[in-house]
C-alpha cells in the first residue's frame, strides 16, 4: 500500500530534550516535507526537500532540522525544544514534477512542557 | 510565506444542501489544491487545478481554478453527513518558489442539528 508513515504518532517531551520524528515514504517520491499544524493557523511548510541531499527552508524553520540521505526517509530532528513547538507535525511527499499533489503522513501530536 | 485567505472560516451543513468556500491570495498560483482533514488523520487530496480557468469535479466536489490566478473555490453538491471535516485549500506560487506549499487556514463544516 502506497503510504507515508510517522513515528512516534504521539510524544510528551520537556524543554530541551532533543528529539527526532521519522518520516518515510514508500512511493518513490523525490519531494518530502515537514509542516506543522496549529488551531486558526492551518499547516505551515518547515522544511522541503527536492531530492538526496537537497533540503530547503519553507515558512517557519526556526528550531528545526531535516536531513535526506535517502530517497525515501526525512527525519525533522529539533536539537532543543521548547514550547512553543508544541503542535501537530505533518510529513508529505510527491514527484517532483508534474502536479506535485502531496501525500500526507497520519500525524504526529508533539507536546514540549 | 504566501497568505491564502480561506472563507468561510466555519460553516453548517444540513444533508442535501449545497456548500460552497473560496480561498483569496494577493499573489498568484501555479497550481491550486483542495485537501479534506478527518480527525486524527493528515489530510487527504481532494481536487488538483493546474490551469487558469480550469473547473473540475470528484464526485459531489467540484472546483475551479480562478481566471485571475488568485482564487479558487470548492463547491460540495447534496450534502451528505460524512462531508464533515475541515476543508484547506493550498497552492504552489510560481518559480522559483514552485517547491513551496501555501495552505489557507481551513474551512470546518459541520453537520447541523
Known amino acids: 500500500e502506497a503510504q507515508v508513515t510517522q513515528n512516534p504518532r504521539y510524544l510528551i517531551t520537556v524543554t530541551g530534550k532533543k528529539l527526532t520524528v521519522t518520516c518515510s515514504q514508500n512511493?518513490?517520491?523525490?519531494?518530502m516535507s515537514w509542516y506543522r499544524q496549529d488551531p486558526g493557523l492551518g499547516l505551515r511548510q518547515i522544511y522541503y526537500s527536492m531530492n538526496v541531499e537537497v533540503t530547503d527552508k519553507g515558512d517557519v524553520p526556526e528550531g528545526y532540522k531535516v536531513s535526506r540521505k535517502e530517497k525515501r526517509n526525512f527525519p525533522l530532528i529539533l536539537e532543543s525544544p521548547s514550547p512553543n513547538q508544541t503542535s501537530l507535525y505533518f510529513c508529505?511527499?510527491?514527484?517532483?514534477?508534474?502536479?506535485?499533489?502531496?501525500?500526507f503522513g497520519p500525524g504526529t501530536r508533539l507536546t514540549v512542557t | 510565506g504566501q497568505q491564502l485567505n480561506q472563507s468561510p472560516q466555519s460553516m453548517f451543513i444540513q444533508e442535501g444542501e449545497d456548500v460552497s468556500m473560496n480561498c483569496t491570495s494577493s499573489s498568484i498560483f501555479n497550481t491550486w489544491l483542495w485537501y479534506k482533514q478527518e480527525p486524527g488523520e493528515g489530510p487527504v487530496l481532494l481536487i488538483a487545478?493546474?490551469?487558469?480557468?480550469e473547473l473540475t469535479s470528484n464526485g459531489r466536489l467540484t472546483a475551479q481554478f480562478g481566471i485571475t490566478r488568485k482564487d479558487s473555490f470548492l463547491n460540495i453538491s447534496a450534502s451528505i453527513p460524512s462531508d464533515v471535516g475541515i476543508y484547506f485549500c493550498?497552492?504552489?506560487?510560481?518559480?522559483?518558489?514552485?517547491?513551496?506549499?501555501?495552505f489557507g487556514a481551513g474551512t470546518t463544516v459541520t453537520v447541523r442539528a
Open positions: 493550498a497552492g504552489h506560487p510560481p518559480p522559483p518558489n514552485d517547491y513551496k506549499l501555501s
Open positions: 512511493m518513490n517520491h523525490e519531494y
Open positions: 487545478l493546474y490551469k487558469a480557468g
Open positions: 508529505a511527499s510527491s514527484f517532483f514534477s508534474g502536479g506535485r499533489e502531496q501525500y
